[in-house]
């Protein structure tokens, strides 16, 4: 019953009963008498005390178990939803998504107790129903006074009732032989326990990691049959000292005591079994077995010690991501590798035949239903790695509301587009950006209340997250209908902190003044607040975006609100690009930021502030010569007009001359690694036909 | 990178270390053979705009693609005279990945002990920088600079 191997399940579980309980929470605190989703809370926080209970994460159970009990009252009708309540829940279900945290960091739920939520909660449960709910929380105090009787009058060390047969004694003198310490041990569980042989288990594991369990009473099959009360002894060889093996013990949740003794097998042998005192045991702390008080409470802060000491030592146990992919996906991949196999034996069956009869024909053939397959093969496994943007967009309810409170404004959420499919890779970065988007616009978009009633707007702030997909893009807009961005403060602001000159502000396009923004360092917000405006701001999320391949843009209408709009590759890993000569050398240019190709006439090629441009169909176009940016050499090609490929960032186009235009085709992006630093210009590379390697220039840089 | 040389450092003091043992220019130098992941011969390297002077490039190695350092251009040698010896020798560190070190001929690989390994001192640095040493190993009648692979691959921008 080993329960580790299940941890990765129970997180994935963990986490959608969370996500269950928070959408739960928000909708009870808008409407207390729904019953379905009271119904609902009541399910997932039963199953998540379950699981948690079954997974030895003992502190999370018992605040599970407590909300729980408090539902129970509410379905059975004893209780009403009141306001404070749902607070209480939220910080409850705060500090379970901290125990999964700590939980998918080390595998160990954390010492934090969060005893205040639990009689918070068990204190409104009491005085809603009358009844003495609370008796729950409390055990604690209890349990370490009768701790404390424990030890010290030894009265429970019922290990030294263990008989030991004759050949028991050989192993015994074959341990002092290897100058093992023998002790007895005897463990108590706590009354709450549910899955005693479970803990037990975890028990005798803990401990035939630091030594060896000799004899248990009652036997190893009794206790996996959970045929004892709460209490069983063993004998136990270990070169540990004393302290080791109860912190051993002890970090198994639900053990309410271990005690720990030096094991005298005969009267004889007793002198060497002394021998070792657990002091000079480099390990051994100075605590003093008397202050079994104190054991109780410094017993969750050993919890570390000994799963440093035996798991930990291994590996990180850590849980490797993983992406739930709907079976029917799977089946077909698995129909594709089939036919892949199919096409694969189709040419070996072609080699082998009669060389007179290949014929070419049969041999393309072959080839393009090669291709078909390993395009369809591209698609499926590309969908796999899809995700709708659900997963993190929907905890942002959550935090509006939080806002609400915290800020004192009156605002909410509009969600659209959450099935919205993007790469998994992309959905795990893209959760920090957009939450900071939605906390600016809260903090600074919006205006507060009685302004925005002043002002002749919705009482009510109003925050759109759209989300959509458009051809090979998919767009994300956090709007709101706030305040907008003022252009006068944002320059004035700018020249304070010397970031552009008077002059340039004069000269400076909406746009460009907008753009300032996400320069570093650079917050207008005029009092800093706890939910934005440190100053680290969209200059981060900027980062983050076009780290991921995208880019972001801004809209503001003063008075009217701002839109913030994040385009986002669809996928990362392989995308259309042209191929382009320069010299001697090949790049790709990502066909989605490529807006034409024009053959330019040399004479057509104007200067504008020593600057090339063109003028094409009444837009000028800044000319961006590719081989002096590359350095390429330009060997002796000499044409008799530019190609130029127009490329576009955001509103800005750029033409990118090259020398000679390959074609089109889907590349697959490889990093070219950290060590080599290139200022940006080269997005990465990628395995052309023949085995070359070609770059791929990043436009974003470029324009 | 603490550890990394800890771990050099242990296995130096006691058994034997296998290096493999290559050429640049008229030097011999030994590069800790648990570094290195594959020796292949010189082939296209795709060259990387802007990159640090001593990057060729890169390769592409089995659809992986790998930066090439010259180790020529990184100890201030001449540039690389690529010759039927050139090769390059791919070097997988433990937590990075993998890099390409153009030499100009891989001679052998020899087992030294501790007692055959010095540590490297001031004078010894005529044209290498010290740091990219990890001690002067003998063999027979030559002198191998043993090369501090992790620092030779990792470099502050101070060039």
């Known amino acids: ?703 | 990178m603490e550890d990394i040389n800890e771990i050099t450092n242990v296995a130096v003091a006691g058994e034997g270390k296998q290096f493999i043992v290559v050429r640049l220019g008229s030097e011999q130098y030994g590069i800790d053979i648990k570094y290195v992941d594959n020796i292949v011969r010189q082939q296209r390297i795709t060259r990387i705009p802007s990159a640090q002077p001593y990057f060729k490039g890169v390769t592409n190695l089995r659809g992986e693609i790998i930066p090439v350092m010259s180790l020529r251009l990184k100890f201030n040698l001449e540039p690389d005279e690529y010759t039927n010896a050139t090769r390059i020798i791919i070097i997988k560190p433990e937590s990075q990945s993998a890099i390409g070190i153009i030499v100009d001929e891989v001679k052998e690989v020899v087992i030294l002990d501790g007692d055959s390994i010095e540590k490297p001192t001031a004078s010894d640095s005529n044209d290498v920088q010290i740091q990219y040493l990890s001690g002067i190993g003998k063999h027979g009648d030559g002198l191998i600079t043993l090369l501090n692979i992790t620092s030779v691959i990792n470099e502050k921008e101070n060039v």
């Open chain 1, 1 to 703: 019953m080993d329960v580790s191997q299940y941890l990765e399940i129970f997180i994935d579980e963990t986490k959608e009963h969370l996500q269950t309980l928070s959408d739960q929470f928000m909708v009870i605190e808008q409407e207390p008498e729904n019953m379905d989703s009271i119904n609902e809370i009541f399910r997932a926080a039963h199953s998540l005390k379950g699981m948690a209970g079954t997974m030895g994460f003992k502190r999370m159970q018992r605040l599970t178990h407590d909300m729980e009990n408090v539902f129970q009252e509410i379905r059975s009708g004893n209780m009403t939803v009141q306001p404070e309540l749902v607070d209480v829940l939220f910080r409850g279900l705060d500090a379970l998504e901290a125990y999964l945290a700590e939980i998918l960091e080390t595998a160990n739920e954390g010492t934090e107790e969060n005893e205040e939520i639990i009689n918070t909660l068990n204190s409104i449960a009491e005085k809603a129903t009358g009844k003495s709910g609370g008796a729950k929380a409390e055990p604690k105090p209890e349990e370490a006074a009768k701790a404390a009787e424990s030890p010290a009058s030894s009265g429970g060390a019922k290990y030294q009732e263990i008989k030991i047969t004759e050949y028991e004694q050989g192993t015994f003198e074959k341990a002092k032989k290897e100058n093992q310490n023998i002790y007895g041990i005897t463990v108590y569980l706590e009354e709450s326990c549910i899955l005693k042989a479970a803990r037990a288990f975890l028990v005798f594991k803990a401990l035939e990691e630091i030594g060896e369990v000799i004899k248990s009473v009652p036997s190893v099959q009794d206790i996996e049959d959970e045929k004892f009360e709460l209490d069983f002894s063993l004998v136990y060889f270990t070169e540990e000292s004393m302290e080791t093996v109860k912190a051993a013990i002890e970090s198994v949740s639900e053990i309410k005591e271990a005690i720990v003794g030096p094991f005298e097998a005969e009267a004889p042998k007793e002198e060497k079994t002394e021998e070792k005192p657990a002091e000079t045991q480099e390990k051994a702390q100075p605590k003093q077995p008397e202050k079994a008080a104190a054991a109780v409470q410094t017993a969750p802060k050993k919890e570390k010690a000994p799963a440093q000491k035996a798991p930990a030592q291994k590996s990180k146990p850590t849980v490797g991501r993983t992406v739930r992919v709907d079976i029917e996906k799977l089946d077909v991949l698995m129909n594709l590798v089939s036919e892949l196999i199919i096409a694969k034996n189709g040419l070996v069956s072609m080699n082998s035949m009669d060389e007179s009869r290949t014929d070419s024909a049969g041999f393309n053939e072959q080839i393009e239903y090669l291709e078909s397959v390993t395009t369809s093969l591209h698609e499926s496994v590309m969908k796999v790695r899809m995700v709708p943007i659900e997963s993190v967009v929907n905890r942002f309810p959550r935090m509006i509301r939080d806002l609400n409170k915290k800020l004192g404004k009156k605002m909410e959420l509009h969600m659209s587009g959450e099935e919205t499919e993007l790469d998994r890779t992309v959905i795990d970065e893209i959760g920090d950006p957009l939450q900071h988007l939605l906390r600016n616009s809260a903090d600074h978009g919006l205006e507060p209340n009685e302004e925005r009633v002043r002002l002749g707007k919705d009482e009510i702030g109003h925050i759109y997250l759209n989300a959509y997909q458009d051809g090979n893009n998919v767009n994300i807009e956090v709007r709101d209908d706030g305040a907008g961005i003022d252009i006068e403060k944002v320059k004035n602001k700018a020249i304070e902190k010397g970031t552009i000159t008077p002059e340039q502000a004069e000269t400076m396009s909406d746009k460009e003044v907008i753009d300032l923004l996400f320069k570093p360092s650079f917050s207008t917000a005029e009092k800093i607040t706890d939910v934005s405006g440190r100053g680290v701001g969209l200059d981060v999320v900027k980062t983050k975006i076009e780290g991921l391949g995208g880019n972001i843009e801004c809209k503001t209408e003063l008075g009217e609100g701002s839109c913030f709009t994040i385009h986002l590759p669809l996928t990362l890993a392989i995308i259309q690009a042209l191929m382009v000569e320069l010299g001697s050398e090949k790049y790709a240019i990502p066909l989605g930021s490529i807006q034409a190709i024009e053959d330019v006439a040399f004479e057509d090629v104007k200067h504008v502030q020593t600057k090339e441009v063109i003028n094409l169909r009444g837009s000028v176009i800044p000319l961006i010569r590719l081989d002096q940016i590359l350095e390429v050499d330009p060997g002796d090609f000499h044409p008799e007009s530019l190609t130029v490929v127009i490329v576009q960032k955001g509103d800005k186009q750029a033409g990118l001359v090259v020398d000679n235009l390959i074609g089109q085709q889907e590349i697959v992006i490889k990093s070219i690694g950290d060590y080599i630093h290139c200022s940006k210009l080269i997005s990465g590379a990628t395995i052309l036909g023949d085995g070359e390697v070609a770059l791929i220039l990043e436009v974003n840089t470029l324009v």
